[in-house]
């Protein structure tokens, strides 16, 4: 009899539950527009006169020092990997009856949505492990729709000149971005941290790093400096957080983490935007538990928005009979994310406390198939009286706030109050496919957000890859205040082919 | 010789003859125990580091190899730990399991993200193959810990003669078998055959090959477990196997190092 061993999940198959597109966003941009990652406060870092990007100066030191500590550490150590995945894929976008222009979000087609829109995207991979030290680089290059965007912002313009001097100044700007590239492509900085881990109890990392935590799978209001993730994409890669921060391991089952960090905006802050935070994970025999903490910086009487918010959080998972149960709940001093303002105004920060909590179950069948159901109180969501005073302001069009900050407001599956999320994985094994089956429901904002999807092995090495996913909101009710109603896009398939190296 | 005299020594030889058989199922389980524990021997290696590959092939088709590193040690309390790293090929690079006693914890290559997982992760198939982590999983548990043993014939397989035992779990635990049917060499005490189990038939054979000396021990360089519900089998191929190993460090067994893997 052999020594008996643990093996992983099958190929590609990197949580035991679900299909994974390697960390990549398969989305469509338009119905989650930019995910839950800017979404709970629209993304937005304390926002008061001061806490605003000095110069490029901080800019081009930061990338320097990176470069330079990603050069040195990479020669010297005695272990490096480079790896990544080349993903070119396609959405196809189905339009509703009136075509892209029925969201209040997206009347008239601001957003120049069509049909078909091409996704590539290439994700690096640059590891390098010494004695003690360490790096990591994560790039992500994405194409982006440029003539989309400088077009529907001219639109914009045109449409809010009251004097009539812009006419036509859309179509020309369509023209000249049209006859050129229409996509560029932007290199965003996933990860890049060097670290030095004197000891195995012992770790300290520098730079753009991962805070993900929680066990929640489509939401973790544990997770409080890092950027949410998206309950349809839960997998996906997130840009990480500018940070320094120290692991200690006192004991084998008691973890403590320390970290000082920046607001995930620009590269540069004042100091009263500084952050610090804390987690403790500890665990016993089938169960494990986590308290974490934040000071998000100084609160002012005068702030209009605040991404950080002081914020103390609890979470646990105990395995019963072998059932996941498990558990998350923050206090946040104020919102992330802005009311709207019922008089038309800018909108409005609210104060707290604000209390998130998520509860949920998962269950692995024998023959492979895999469960988890959620709820999730969205302390942050809006009641009915604040969904009225959005869409009445989103009707107002750009005069009224329909566009800009309101827009920003719209944030899928962080938008109500309260959601239901339930998770089938199934693998088919003889074929070297996974299926995965993942609906949302809202019932306070009357939305069903289902994003079935298939992942299928296509050759002998593992290497390529193709996935297969569609997105769709459903309004239960027809009513403007619907989540679902105001997608852009309520309906979309996106393919890909990736290669993994 | 009296009646008298008859009559006692045919209750004499009576009653030793019954005593004897009365002993002889208790002889039978302790025989059958001893079969078992020396074969288990196997397990109670510790400090064990591998490399090997792992190849699934259904209906006549092979599935790209899964190139896997393993570290198993048992901490100071018996708890068995494990931790395996997958390297190759690149969409799972990176994935890895760490389990210390009846926990399991995952790391996502994709995010990074350390998670726990329920237990009943353990049924699931592992890596797509037909073993389960329950096959693979709880270290240094003997099947002479968890199963109750019982000499059930012999065979001759692979041109050895082999002890047949059928093994029934100890305790009520689901992450048992209902059933197993081992076969043990007579001569080497070596596994080489393991039927398992379930709803009263049998629904997998795993197959022992290739033993090798390592560290005094002799182990299967390849072990083949193979579904008898659908076409398909899985093999594992042992490459290094190092027991004592060095490289078996003490702080592998942590979440904190789940994060270090790359």
């Known amino acids: ?501 | 010789m009296t009646e008298r005299k008859i009559l006692k020594r045919t209750l004499m030889t009576a009653a030793v003859f019954f005593f004897f058989n009365a002993l002889l199922p208790a002889q039978t389980e302790v025989s059958a125990d001893a079969v078992l524990k020396k074969a288990d021997r196997i397990f109670e290696l510790d400090n064990v580091y591998s490399r090997s590959t792992l190849s699934v092939i259904r209906s006549g088709r092979a599935q790209a190899p899964q190139e896997m590193e393993s570290f198993e040690s048992d901490a100071a309390d018996g708890s068995a730990r494990s931790l395996t790293v997958f390297r190759a090929p690149a969409r799972v690079r990176g994935t890895a399991y760490l389990t210390v006693g009846d926990d399991l914890w995952i790391r996502f290559a994709s995010t990074g993200r350390i998670r726990k997982l329920s237990s009943s992760a353990k049924k699931n198939s592992a890596a797509g193959s037909d073993f389960s982590y329950a096959d693979m999983g709880d270290g240094s548990k003997t099947y002479s810990d968890q199963y109750n043993a019982v000499l059930d014939g012999s065979d001759r397989l692979d041109g050895a003669d082999c002890r047949r035992l059928v093994l029934t779990p100890k305790a009520d635990n689901r992450d048992l078998y209902e059933k197993l049917v081992v076969w043990i060499t007579e001569e080497t005490s070596l596994y080489v055959k393991i039927e398992y189990w379930e709803n009263g038939a049998a629904i997998k054979t795993m197959l022992l090959e290739d033993y090798r000396p390592v560290g005094g021990i002799e182990y299967p360089f390849r072990i083949t477990m193979r579904s008898l519900a659908r076409d398909s089998e899985s093999i594992i191929e042992t490459e290094t196997l190092e027991f004592g190993s060095s490289k078996v460090e003490e702080g592998l067994f942590t979440t904190a190092y789940l994060e270090d893997i790359r």
């Open chain 1, 1 to 501: 009899m052999m020594r008996r061993r643990q093996i992983p999940k099958p190929l590609g198959d990197e949580s035991l539950r679900k299909s994974n597109s390697g960390g990549r966003n398969r989305r469509n941009p338009y119905t989650c527009r930019g995910a839950a990652a800017d979404a709970a406060a629209g993304g937005r870092p304390k926002s008061h006169s001061s806490c605003r990007v000095r110069s490029l100066r901080a800019f081009t030191l930061f990338t320097f020092l990176i470069l330079t500590a990603t050069v040195c550490v990479g020669t010297l150590a005695a272990e490096t990997t480079f790896g990544g995945i080349l993903e070119p894929g396609m959405v196809f976008n189905i339009p509703g009856g009136r075509g892209y222009g029925e969201s209040p979000l997206n009347t008239e087609n601001w957003m120049g949505l069509t049909d078909l829109m091409f996704q590539n995207s290439i994700d690096l991979k640059l590891d390098a492990r010494g004695e003690t030290g360490f790096m990591e680089l994560r790039l992500g290059v994405k194409q982006f729709p440029t003539a989309d965007l400088f077009t529907g912002t001219a639109q914009i313009a045109e449409a809010l000149d009251s004097s009539g001097n812009l006419t036509g100044y859309a179509a020309a700007v369509a023209d000249l971005f049209y006859i050129s590239d229409a996509y560029a492509f932007v290199l965003d900085v996933m990860r890049a941290n060097v670290g030095w881990s004197p000891s195995n109890s012992v770790k300290i990392t520098l730079g753009r790093q991962s805070f993900l935590t929680g066990y929640g799978y489509g939401w973790n209001p544990v997770d409080l400096v890092n950027p949410a993730k998206n309950p349809t994409d839960p997998d996906a890669e997130l840009r990480g957080v500018d940070a320094l921060s120290v692991r200690l391991s006192p004991a084998e089952r008691l973890e403590v983490k320390f970290y000082g960090a920046l607001p995930s905006e620009g590269f540069a802050a004042d100091y009263e935007d500084l952050m610090a935070g804390t987690e403790i994970t500890f665990s016993l025999s089938s169960a494990e538990f986590k308290l974490a903490g934040l000071w998000g910086g100084s609160e002012n009487s005068d702030d209009d928005s605040d991404a950080y918010p002081h914020a103390g959080a609890a979470a646990f998972f105990i395995d019963l009979f072998g059932v996941g149960f498990y558990g998350e709940g923050a206090v946040r001093s104020r919102s992330r994310r802005n009311d709207p303002d019922a008089l038309g105004g800018a909108s409005l920060l609210r104060n707290g406390p604000i209390f998130s909590g998520l509860v949920g179950a998962e269950y692995y069948f024998a023959a492979g198939p895999a469960l988890a159901v959620e709820y999730f109180y969205n302390g942050e969501g809006w009641k009915h009286g604040s969904l009225e005073d959005y869409v009445t302001a989103l009707n107002g069009g750009p005069a009224g706030g329909g566009i800009g900050e309101y827009a920003s407001l719209y944030t899928p599956l962080y938008y109500a109050r309260h959601y239901i999320l339930a998770n089938l994985m199934i693998p088919w094994y003889a074929r070297e496919t996974t299926f995965n089956i993942n609906a949302v429901i809202s019932p306070d904002s009357g939305a069903l957000i289902l994003t079935p999807s298939a992942e299928i092995n296509l050759n002998f090495d593992g290497t390529l890859v193709a996935e297969i996913f569609y997105s769709g909101f459903f309004d239960f009710n027809e009513s403007e205040l619907n989540e679902a109603y105001l997608a852009p896009v309520r309906h979309a398939v996106s393919t890909s082919v990736a290669y993994y190296f």
